[in-house]
Each structure stands twice: as structure tokens, then as C-alpha cells.
């Protein structure tokens, strides 16, 4: 069994498409709340399953896109980088989910003064972060959290508008691998992944277009969107255990299971 991974999850009570700042969202076409609180219950319950702790944060009305709280900070080493939203309308999560970390215990907490979206675009391997930029998180937040975090910190630049946060075209499958698809960075950093991962997973356009790379994996499981195919055979092929889910809902927000899960990092 894969050892325990703890993580911050925020039920998506008031989760709505209200507003549009990726090309995924679409106002007149809407979402339903109750349908993603379904979603979002089967997710929780997957990670609780495999033996991982799931801790609450409490949604906040007016607040639709709470739920995806991996953008909410960067935790690792017990510090926490907080995050500084791109958007207005995503701004107050930035400090909600500060105070969580406060209330919570963390006393080693920065309130970033560059702009970032927590773990959207901050990917811990075991020896660096990769760290998305080109829509959302600047380069001088990379500088930032190599900083306060102490880790080295390796910039990657995206390039596609639908894939605006780095794990929406990137996830580890463990400390030292990861899974990407190739056509969302600019040649630059394509090359820099090449070197960095000879055998990493590369993922087919159909699958990085269900948001198959958003998945959460610790290394012998990994939970990634039910349409994602191709995807999913790789990864049994190579040994993983492949626990699909149904995050439809939550898709009309440009968001998948990685989004809703902020990783915790003792
Ligand atoms: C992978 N992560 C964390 C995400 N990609 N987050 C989804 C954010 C969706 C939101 N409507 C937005 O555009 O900010």
C-alpha cells in the first residue's frame, strides 16, 4: 500500500459557471451544484479508500471555483506558500485558504506578494517543483516560492489557453516521473521535460482535452478522469493501479480530480 497522503479538499456547495476565465467555463450554458457535490463525494471517497486523509475546508458562498483547492496554496514541508489569484474574481480564496492553514496549526505561512495559483501551477517531485507559467502564476512567484520554500524551483512555460495551470498538462507519477502532454508548453520547455524525463508518459491530445493529466497519483494509484482512455492503458502498462472518475461536472470549470485536492506536504 502506498504510504498515507493527506489532503484539503472544499465540497462544491456553491460551485457554479457564472463568470468565464478559461475556455473551458461557459455562463449560459451553466452547471449544477448538486451534480458535482455527487462527483465530488465519489472522489473523496476514492482517496479515503486507498487510506488517504482528506481534510475540509468550509466553501464560501459567492466564492463558485473554492473547490478547486489545489490552487489554494503550495504545501510542502509543512510551510505554506499561500496563493495570489491571476483573477478578481477569484481573489478572496487566496486568504480563505490562508486562514485555514492558520487555524489549522501551520504556523510557517507566506502571503505571497506574486501573483501564483498554489499547486494549479506547483508540482513537487522529490528534488524540485515544477512550476507552470505563460496564463496565471508569474515567474517571479517561482522565484518566490524557491525562496521561502528552500527547494529548486524549474519554470515551464504553457503555451495553450486550455491549458492555463501547469497540472491541467502535467501530473508525477511518483517523486521522479511524471505524465504530460507535450502540445500545451512552448519548445523550450518541451526540451527541459525531454531531458528531465526520458520515460516519462506522454498523452495524446484526446486525452489531455478530457483533462485526463489533472490525476492524482501516489505513486502505486492514480485517480484520473473516466474519459482519459489512452491515458489509463499507459498507465496500467506500466504498473499503476487506474481508478477512474467522473468529474463531468466539474469540467465545465476547466477543472479535474487534481484541482479539487491540495496535497498537504508534511
Ligand atoms: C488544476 N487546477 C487546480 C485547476 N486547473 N484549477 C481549476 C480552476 C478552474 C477555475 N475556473 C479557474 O479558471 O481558475
Not at 6 to 16: D, G, K, N, T
Not at 115 to 127: A, C, H, K, S
Not at 167 to 181: E, I, K, Q, S
Not at 235 to 257: C, M, T, W
Request: proline share 6%.
Amino acid at each position: 500500500m502506498a504510504p498515507s497522503r493527506h489532503f484539503l479538499m472544499c465540497r462544491p456547495e456553491f460551485f457554479a459557471v457564472e463568470y468565464a476565465i478559461n475556455p473551458w467555463m461557459d455562463p449560459a450554458a451553466g452547471a449544477d451544484a448538486a451534480t458535482a457535490v455527487r462527483q465530488w463525494e465519489r472522489l473523496k471517497d476514492a482517496y479515503e479508500e486507498l487510506g488517504h486523509q482528506v481534510s475540509l475546508i468550509d466553501p464560501v458562498d459567492g466564492l463558485p471555483d473554492m473547490v478547486f483547492a489545489a490552487n489554494g496554496a503550495l504545501v510542502v514541508g509543512g510551510r505554506v506558500y499561500g496563493a495570489r489569484f491571476a483573477t478578481a474574481e477569484r481573489a478572496a480564496e487566496g486568504p480563505a485558504y490562508l486562514e485555514w492553514f492558520e487555524r489549522n496549526g501551520y504556523a510557517t505561512r507566506l502571503a505571497a506578494t506574486e501573483t501564483n495559483e498554489g499547486e494549479g501551477d506547483f508540482l513537487t517531485l522529490d528534488e524540485v517543483i515544477l512550476a507552470g507559467t505563460g496564463f496565471r502564476t508569474a515567474v517571479a512567484a517561482h522565484q518566490e516560492a524557491q525562496e521561502f520554500l528552500g527547494r529548486p524551483v524549474v519554470t515551464l512555460r504553457l503555451t495553450d489557453p486550455r491549458y492555463y495551470h501547469l497540472d491541467t498538462a502535467l501530473f508525477p507519477l511518483d517523486g521522479r516521473n511524471v505524465a504530460y502532454y507535450p502540445g500545451a508548453f512552448s519548445a523550450g520547455s518541451r526540451e527541459v521535460l525531454r531531458r528531465m524525463f526520458p520515460d516519462a508518459v506522454l498523452a495524446s491530445a484526446e486525452d489531455a482535452a478530457v483533462l485526463g493529466l489533472n490525476a492524482v497519483s501516489d505513486g502505486e494509484n492514480v485517480v484520473v478522469n473516466m474519459e482519459a482512455g489512452e491515458l489509463a492503458l499507459e498507465l496500467k502498462r506500466r504498473g499503476l493501479n487506474v481508478i477512474p472518475v467522473d468529474l463531468s461536472e466539474l469540467r465545465k470549470a476547466g477543472g479535474g480530480p487534481k484541482c479539487c485536492t491540495l496535497e498537504i506536504r508534511p
